[in-house]
């Protein structure tokens, strides 16, 4: 699935925050030089020294408005406690990308509820309730300008960001020598106009956006194909480090994920269909996660 979720969130907090840290005259600026329509930056605001970022689904109904005949979730219920890796596993259109749409409220449930930390996410105000989750996407959304604004584009306040803070992300997704070795380091304009980027690549700059956004929830959509050995060693031991610490979901599509998730939770025909252990739930002789392992493939790297 094509998921568009890159980072901070809703282009009304993109709006109001980037373009502090934008020159004027910049493409993205002309891109996002419009008001947003939602009274968006409205409704709670948990307590920030109390936040834990537990997440749960209860009972929740959902189908896209443009497909309101095509159930999507039904009776869909899932616990993401706090500080766990939740891995996310089931067939091909099964909804895996929707749970993330979900809980980044780009879409709400007909019915049921989506909760963080006990209270209903729709009563949250969504610029915070953003600015605590980050998302590393199978296809990392880059802007067309600099790498460094473009890791600063993770921060609450890019504008505040310094070149201190963006080399030390960098190096923390194991990004920076390979920005390093652009002529123009951190300047280098990516994207369409500039330097194509491998997909690698991109991811790193993904990760090191999002350590600087530094989030209590992480959402990830590993990739679907592998990368060259590399890079997929890079990548891995960048996402590890961004992990530690938070709450985080992961639609996998690797073996290592699923065996290393506290919890992975198996999605088909609209609900969550077991939940456990990758060892407990291969124990189950009929049990979907067993066919599901022999049908699909899953990265071994
Ligand atoms: P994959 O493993 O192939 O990425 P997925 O499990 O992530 O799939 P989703 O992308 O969540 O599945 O999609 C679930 C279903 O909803 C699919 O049938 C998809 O075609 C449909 N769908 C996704 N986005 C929309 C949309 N914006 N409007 C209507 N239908 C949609």
Redesign the pocket.
Known sequence: ?F?VGVSVGGLSSFYSELMKGLGAGSRLWELLEREPELPFNEGTVLNEKSFQGALEFKNVHFA????PE?P?FQDFSLSIPSGSVTALV??????????I?LLLRLYDPASGTISLDGHDIRELNPVWLRSKIGTVSQEPILFSCSIAENIAYGADDPASVTAEQIEQAAAVANAAAFIQNFPQGFSTVVGEKGVLLSGGQKQRIAIARALLKNPKILLLDEATSALDAENEHLVQQALDRLMEGRTVFI?AHRLSTIKNANVVAV?DQGRIIECGKHEELLLKPDGMYRKLMNKQSFISA
């Open positions: 699935a998921w896209y408005p443009a497909r095509v999507i089931g067939p091909s259109g099964a909804g895996k990308s929707t749970v749409s639609i999605l």
